[in-house]
């Protein structure tokens, strides 16, 4: 293995990151925080709006019940980025030179039990697409290999996988996952039926973007493993919403944001790789640790902010202190009664059976909203966001899926019923008006 200068990383090489990181627990020794790292012990979990303005930024009056979308940070982790940053700045190469690094692998440690995985297999990344575009990168395609994907897959995973494709020659099958969704079976079915063995790469949203249910992953990675077909599955929406046992669902790659659902800084996810995957898969930013092993290629893209990684010590004490299930148990039933109320207001239907939902749901609008000789399309529902925005400062997405148009509901800790019933009357009152919705489609 090819050793870094001593300069690189001041007393700190690049090649340590990966002894510590493969140090037992036993004999690891964290490095101490220059900077308060707050915890949540002994605190009563407030939910809904008192949760919204004690630990969230969001603007007083909006319907934010879209937090899939951009995500919305803990007010805690934010401080914890900015004094990061002033710590930095007191005296940069200190930091850069003698603490960064470790401070790095203490949080990857930290990350890698949260998720259940072993550490040497984790690496910190800024986005999801980042994590997603080094795995990509790192296949041999070549002319007549296939990659795998259902039509739910994110819409910028697709270019990416287009692009690879085109340019090496390889075919994208993208299989066409019929909406509204029956069952699971409906999903596992079609995967069974579609996926040929020899397939290159399969790629899995854990929970798509534009129809977010919970996609049967353990069904699905086992119909890829019969096949000897590698899964890539793209948890954008995982971290936070869901308990994540890496071990056990044994993927060959996974990639989450967490600056989603788990409410932290932008700038902050990883890529998990399966051992022997490790080392066709290098970062995209080649630098420092290049040729010092998967952890250490990684860790380094540049001199840039990392305190959105070491925020991230703060939402794992927020979700371990209050509790990981009391968490999800309080967002899963909001987002349950949010999708009773609404259908019953609307007398619609889901896109999916309920109990296939977890944070998030689709909801049909009412075909009231607008004429029935209005071929309703991605436009319709762009207009119709727009209007919930701009006449009830609602920020809620409209997603057109197979010519149905449905609201795309989020339920994070700080939202609460009053905020979709508000929703469900808005939506009623533009009913009525649906001739002005129709003009402002063009
Ligand atoms: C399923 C899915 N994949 C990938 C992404 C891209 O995430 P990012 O922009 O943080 O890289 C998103 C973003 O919403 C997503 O929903």
């Known amino acids: 293995m090819q050793k870094n200068s001593k300069r690189d990383f001041g007393s700190f090489h690049a090649s340590n990151v990966q002894e510590l990181l493969e140090l037992p627990e036993t004999d690891y020794q964290p490095p101490a925080f220059p900077v308060s790292i707050p915890k949540f ?27 899939g979308a951009f995500g919305g940070v803990l007010r805690e982790a934010m401080d914890s980025t900015h004094e990061w940053q002033r710590y ?133 990675i086992e119909i890829c493993k019969n096949r000897g077909v590698p899964v890539l599955v793209d948890g954008a929406h995982a971290l936070g919403t869901l308990p994540l046992d890496l071990k056990s669902l044994d993927p060959d790659y996974y990639v989450s944001n967490a600056h989603k659902w788990f409410c932290c800084p932008k700038g902050s996810a990883f890529l998990y790789v399966r051992k022997e995957l490790q080392s066709q898969t290098r970062p995209l930013i080649i630098s420092h640790g290049f040729g010092s092993g998967f952890n250490s290629e990684f860790i380094w893209a540049g001199l840039h902010d990392y305190s959105p990684f070491l925020a991230m010590h703060v939402n794992m004490n927020f979700w371990e202190d209050i509790g990981r299930e009391k968490i999800q148990q309080y967002m899963y039933k909001l987002c349950r009664d949010t999708c009773d109320l609404l259908t019953s207001l609307w007398n619609t239907k889901l896109a999916a059976p309920k109990e296939m939902f977890g944070c998030m749901a689709l909801v049909e609008l009412p075909p009231q909203l607008y004429s029935s000789d209005t071929t309703v399309t991605y436009s319709t529902g762009e207009a119709i966001q727009n209007q919930l925005y701009h006449l009830y400062n609602i920020e809620v997405p409209v997603k057109c899926i197979q010519g149905t148009l449905y609201v795309r509901i989020s339920c994070h800790i700080y939202n609460e019923l009053a905020e979709y019933e508000r929703l469900g009357k808005n939506v009623l009152e533009m009913c009525e008006t649906k001739m002005n919705l129709v003009q402002n489609v063009n």
Not at 114 to 138: E, K
Not at 208 to 218: D, G, T
Request: contains cysteine; hydrophobic residues 40%.
């Open 41 to 67: 012990n002994d605190y009563q979990l407030e939910t809904g709006r008192p949760c919204r303005q004690k630990h969230f930024l969001l603007e007083e009056d909006c319907t934010f019940i879209n937090h």
């Open 88 to 220: 930095v700045e007191r005296q940069p190469l200190r930091f850069y030179d003698r603490e960064l690094l470790p401070h790095l692998v203490y949080v990857t440690r930290r990350l890698a039990k949260f998720v259940c995985c072993d550490p040497t297999d984790l690496v910190l990344v800024v986005n999801v697409t980042t994590a997603i575009n080094a795995v990509v990168r790192g296949l041999d395609l070549k002319k007549g290999d296939v990659i795998y994907i259902l039509s739910v897959t994110y819409g910028a995973v697709k270019k990416l996988l287009q692009f690879v494709c085109e340019a090496t020659g390889a075919m994208l099958k993208e299989v066409q996952l019929n909406f509204p969704i029956s069952s699971k079976d409906q999903v596992v079915s079609l995967v069974g039926e579609t996926l040929d063995p020899g397939v290159k790469l399969a790629v899995f949203d854990h929970i798509p973007s534009n129809a977010p249910v919970i996609l049967p992953l353990k069904e699905i």
